[in-house]
């Protein structure tokens, strides 16, 4: 059997975020390989698909990519149609070339199905644009994270620092030295800063600056979270701040 691998983005977590490609395959799909992030609900829409968690969390044990990849081009050969599940969109921090590039090498027919990026999900959460006329005309999507065994460096830092709006990636853990990074080269303190865990799924909301990234992230759970830095969050910051203000006062 020669079977098709769909790389299929899973948006942001709630399950009618989902185009409607993403969830014809789903349906169809004999195995599934997903990220850990991927909800029940979502795959609660696979009923008769085998079903194997591959995700990744920082911090802790995972799959090696390597391994994924091999494995997709094998499950090709046993099954017609095979998903690999990816949370927020395939080619946005999904490590999805290294996938095309395997199953490319070996012959394997594949396709790329479009997902929402939690970064479009955030925004719409807060109500608020990316990109604002005369505020904000240029959006960095970056992250600081890296491979395991790669060097850690701040690279990404010259790109958040020279748009008006910045969406950070996978940094939660590092809030203090995304906030040191960015001043570092001459970005404001005071810029406003939104966190947003959750995104699509009413998770937590914070606001505040730059300055105050490291108590923002403390704030929120476990979770997956964005950090959105720029001008454009002004209000969105400030009403978020004094919710949790208001919230802190009531407890």
């Given amino acids: ?17 989902l185009t409607l490609r993403a969830a014809r395959l789903l349906g169809q799909a004999d195995l599934i390989l997903h990220d850990a992030l991927v909800t029940d609900e979502i ?5 008769r698909a085998r079903k194997l968690n591959v995700g990744k969390r920082a911090g802790r044990p995972s799959t090696d990519q390597a391994f994924i990849s091999r494995l997709l081009v094998r499950a090709a050969r046993r099954h017609k149609v095979v998903v690999r599940l990816k949370g927020g969109d395939p080619m946005l921090f999904g490590r999805a070339q290294e996938e095309i590039d395997a199953l490319t090498a070996a012959g394997t027919p594949f396709e790329i199905v479009s997902g929402i990026s939690a970064g479009f999900a955030a925004a719409a959460d807060l109500a608020q644009s990316l990109t604002e006329r005369h505020i904000a005309r240029s959006v960095a999507f970056v992250t600081p994270a890296v491979a395991r065994g790669d060097k850690a460096d701040d690279a990404w830092a010259e790109a958040a620092a020279a748009a008006d709006t910045a969406c950070i990636y996978m940094g939660k853990g590092d809030a203090a030295r ?74």
């Fill in 1 to 17: 059997m020669s079977g098709t691998v769909y790389l299929v983005g899973a948006g942001p977590g709630a399950a009618d975020l």
């Fill in 43 to 47: 795959l609660a829409l696979a009923p």
């Fill in 178 to 251: 995304i906030r040191d990074a960015l001043i570092a080269r001459g970005v404001a303190p005071g810029r406003p800063a939104v966190l947003v865990e959750g995104a699509s799924r009413g998770g937590v909301v914070a606001g505040g600056t730059l300055q105050d990234l490291p108590s923002l992230a403390a704030q929120s759970g476990d979770g997956p979270a964005l950090l959105l830095i720029g001008e454009a969050f002004a209000e969105a910051a400030i009403r978020h701040a004094n919710a949790e203000a208001s919230t802190a006062r009531r407890a």
